[in-house]
């Protein structure tokens, strides 16, 4: 049988409201006669402000209490960032939908210089992630890096404030939430990785409900299933979360997958690359090449230090 009304448990930032709301909209097209509700959720993710995420650890802090809203049957789907969604998923959990991904770039972000090679000397930058920490130390290793945490709104006003000199969002983020304008440039591909799964949002469900999953599965976008897959595969091969420095872009042509793969060091800014290409069939495997390339470089002490 149908299921005539569809809930979706989601975050209650801004963004995440954004991503959920959109998630709905597209629902309601392509299944006309379909009730689709928000549940907004608080999750330990988004209570844990004081401390740097990377410190606080655990896998998928801002799933949890989503996945129980699920099992306890108050909602049918989640809507995540995908770059917030664990390599490996709880089990009895599913990705039905992996939606059209966005500009994976990150943006600098700073309201008096143009780019990151425009910074003073000693200029204090904004970010809690280990991968654009360890990737801004290896482009200027005279950078004060600053923690900055919140969601998208809150970075921005300590920017404003004038606690930094710039700071480092996804520019996903910032075009959903209407505030593409404060992209003063991008750090992109290849210079700069974005995390696993960037600007892709991917929808959740439990595994066993065949006319839910199958509804969820109309928005699919095969072919950000598959760039997406050989990244998270990488990271997965690699023993990582959203926790460690971690970077990878994969681009799908004509002649197949390329994947670029980086592992860094937050601390010195040492930073290790590997690429590969693969036939678009061999997502996963590629993923698994590119992290053992990385590994055979001597990857795993990093990965280990901040696990
Ligand atoms: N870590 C929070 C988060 N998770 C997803 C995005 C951006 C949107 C996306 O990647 O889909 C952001 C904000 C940011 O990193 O600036």
Redesign the pocket.
């Known amino acids: 049988m149908n299921p005539s009304t569809l809930r979706i448990a989601t975050r209650k930032s801004a963004?995440a409201l954004w991503?959920a709301e959109h998630v709905a909209a597209l629902l309601r097209a392509a299944h006309p006669g379909l009730d689709v509700e928000l549940v907004p959720l608080s999750t330990r993710g988004d209570e844990i402000l004081d401390q740097p995420?990377a410190t606080i650890g655990g896998k998928g802090l801002?799933l949890k209490e989503l996945e129980v809203a699920m099992l306890e049957g108050r909602a049918e789907l989640a809507v995540h960032?995908?770059?917030?969604v664990p390599a490996q998923l709880e089990s009895g959990f599913t990705l039905p939908a992996i939606l059209p991904?966005?500009d994976?770039a990150?943006?600098f972000v700073s309201n008096h210089y143009t780019e990151l090679a425009a910074l003073p000397c000693g200029a204090r930058v904004g970010t809690s992630?280990l991968r654009r920490q360890a990737q801004l130390r290896a482009l200027r290793p005279d950078l004060v890096l600053r923690d900055l945490r919140g969601?998208?709104g809150t970075?921005l006003g300590k920017l404003d404030a004038g606690d930094y000199d710039a700071i480092?969002?996804?520019?996903?983020?910032?075009e959903?939430l209407g505030l593409a304008s404060r992209i003063v440039s991008r750090l992109a591909a290849p210079d700069w990785l974005?995390?696993p799964?960037?600007?892709?949002?991917a929808i959740e469900a439990r595994e066993g409900q065949p006319a839910v999953l199958d509804l969820l599965a109309a928005l699919d976008d095969a072919d950000t299933r598959l760039t997406v897959s050989a990244e998270r595969a990488m990271n997965q091969a690699l023993g990582g979360s959203?926790t460690v420095p971690v970077g990878a872009w994969c681009m799908l042509g004509e002649h197949g997958l390329h994947l670029r793969g980086l592992v860094g060091d937050a601390a010195s800014g040492q930073l290790l690359h590997a690429e590969g290409s693969a036939p678009a069939d061999q997502a996963m495997a590629l993923g698994e090449q590119v992290a053992q390339a990385l590994l055979a470089q001597g990857a795993a002490r990093w990965l280990q230090a901040n696990s």
């Open positions: 963004l991503q995420l801002f960032s995908l770059k917030d991904r966005a994976a990150d943006a992630s969601n998208v970075r480092v969002l996804a520019c996903a983020g910032l959903r974005p995390a799964g960037q600007a892709a949002i959203c």
